[in-house]
């Protein structure tokens, strides 16, 4: 079936510094990938989205290339800042079979000061 | 809009009572998602309703757990006999289609 797979938290990393979350996924379909962020004491909200290969979704300076020859949707933010420390969670959705979404198990990002 | 709207926020109660949680989604959304969020088991999706019909509710750990979604405005998960490993974050989400969910604020259950 589908999956999705991430890199195991937490990251910690400095104020500024570049930010990668690794993300790959198993599908048999053609699924659209999203990333969802989690602050602390709050549900997931959609952090970005790509629906098909070769898009790259945006915002809040976080990008996500959908690869389909790797079958990856990194994450990426060239300068991150205290206030991204969250969890982040890379899904899938195939809705050409009009299934749910499949979330990853979340990565855990600390910024430091 | 209100976003969805979850209550109560926070529950404790006591192994062997009933606990009902209850979830109102976003006016037009067609699906209606529960997951529960533990530290060690992470987001597990327990079912899903489609037009308030539920589609899969593979995730349901065990006969305990039931849920219903008697109108399109509403929807509860109910735990009877409720356990101490049944304390968990239970995150109501819902959806105009399968692009984008929208999540609760959540309900924290502590159970004793």
């Known amino acids: 079936g589908d999956s999705v797979t991430q890199m195991e938290g937490p990251v910690t990393l400095s104020e500024e510094a570049f930010l990668t979350i690794n993300c790959t996924y198993t599908a048999t379909g053609y699924p659209s990938l999203f990333w969802y962020v989690q602050y602390p004491g709050e549900g997931l909200q959609l952090l970005l989205k790509a629906t098909k290969a070769d898009d790259k979704g945006s915002n809040k300076g976080f990008e996500a290339t959908y690869r389909k020859e790797t079958t990856s949707f990194h994450l990426e933010k060239g300068s991150v800042q205290v206030s991204d420390s969250a969890v982040y969670f890379c899904a899938l959705s195939d809705t050409n079979r009009d299934d749910k979404i499949i979330f990853g198990k979340g990565t855990r990002l600390h910024i430091l000061p | 809009d209100a976003g969805v709207i979850q209550s109560p926020r926070h529950e404790v109660t006591e192994m062997g009572q009933e606990v009902t949680l209850r979830c109102k989604p976003i006016s037009g959304h067609d699906y209606l998602f529960w997951y529960r969020q533990t530290m060690m088991r992470g987001l597990e999706l327990l079912i899903y309703f489609n037009n308030n019909v539920p589609i899969d509710d593979s995730g349901m750990p065990e006969d305990r757990f039931s849920a219903k979604m008697p109108n399109a405005s509403f929807s509860t998960l109910k735990i009877q006999p409720s356990e101490p490993r049944d304390s968990a974050v239970y995150f109501c989400?819902?959806?105009?289609?399968?692009?984008?969910?929208?999540f609760g604020p959540g309900t924290r259950l502590t159970v004793l």
């Open positions: 989400a819902s959806s105009y289609d399968l692009n984008e969910q929208f």
